[in-house]
């Protein structure tokens, strides 16, 4: 499949299926592949895009690190416009639910519905002060990953960020997911020096009227958990869902419940969108 310059970006993006248009957004340290265990069941019901941020697989940037949360939702816009694809439905997992969430907020009429899960939006919690040991654990685990990543530990950087906040044991992974997810950690750094990586505004969340499925696993970090909460209090219409056994990226883990939610999801909603242009 192709990569063509949009938005002034190379970007990798691959379509598989037919129907109403689903873009899969993957998060940090990862890259399309990230959805190789739900995408094609996904693709029986839907057109599916799966595509490689800026610097992540086969979308390359110099330096690696460049680029911001914005670029990104910039990049995601565009290629809905490029592929016609608008308006369509935008799943997301971790920070590519931020960009998801974005898109919602900047591009509203590029987006049918949005599907974020476990956002890693931790500006939701600072005004709360029963927050403050979770953010405090959270914050120094990223600044000893990044510190690892600095020093060239990479692999040691991504063992630390995955057993400690994404709660998916480094060691079970076979070897090969190993190596792509240490391949992406200068990306990384570059997304967390961004501020606005993990920042919402929760004005702007609230003014989201489009049907949300906000998700979450059962077995996640408690920080996910209580992002969802504030989160789903604040989106109109937003749905909140918790995947049992689950949790960060239940589309590897546990992907027959992913696509099932998602699923059940987009067709429950069909009769409350019945006024949008039929695809």
Partial sequence: MPVEQINRTALFYEENGDGEPLLLVHG?????????AVAPRLAEAHRVVTYDLRGHGQSAVEPPDAGTVHDDVADLAALIDHLDLGPANVAGISSGACIALRLAIEHPTLVRRVLPHEPPIVALLLDDPNNEAILDEFGGTIAEVQARIEAGDHRGAAQRFFDHLVLDPWDDMPAALQERIASHAVAFVGQMRDADAIALDPTALGAVSLPVLLSEGEESHELFRRVAERGAGLMPNARRVTIPA???????T?????????????RSTRSSLASDVEI
């Fill in 28 to 36: 940090a340290w990862v890259d399309h592949t990230d959805w190789d």
């Fill in 246 to 252: 689950g949790g960060h990226v239940p589309h590897r």
């Fill in 254 to 266: 546990h992907p027959d419940a992913y696509v099932d939610m998602v699923l059940e999801f987009i």
